[in-house]
């Protein structure tokens, strides 16, 4: 099943329930799969595009969370973190460290990287095998250590 099936699916579910935080958050981010598949970007109506229009959705959520929190505004700030759990709930599970550490490591092997030069080389390789499993500065930090300990 598609995931803006499913996430059609879950919206009736929550109208239904009378959840109204939830029915929200599941309008924009279909409205924001709607609008991916409209402007034909990230080959929305595939499985892949749907799936990167989630993870920018919930970066955008987050990093907004953030700026409210600095801002002082926490009741603001607990709907995007509400909103950002949401959509995390739609997305593949996220890589244990352990794992990450492996497919890093085995990247930066892979990629023949010996020094920070090279991070953008075996960043590419690292984020191919990751495929949005885990987020970028994840995996940067790792490279860097994995190149620094070179």
Known sequence: MAIADQ??????????????????ALRLVLSELQKAAKEGGDDASSPEGELAVLRRE??????????????????LADGEEYEAQ?????????????????????????????SAKDMGV????????VDGRADGKRVSGLVRAVLAGS
């Open 7 to 24: 996430l059609k699916d879950d919206l009736k579910v929550a109208m239904r329930a009378g959840e109204k935080q939830r029915v929200g």
């Open 58 to 75: 919930r970066k955008r959520r987050l990093e907004a969370a953030a700026a409210y929190r600095d801002a002082g505004r926490d009741d």
């Open 86 to 114: 949401l959509i995390g709930s739609y997305l593949p599970a996220e890589l244990s460290d352990e794992e990450l550490a492996g497919i890093v490591a085995q990247a930066v092997r892979d990629s023949g990287a010996e």
């Open 122 to 129: 075996a960043m590419k390789s690292a984020m191919a095998v």
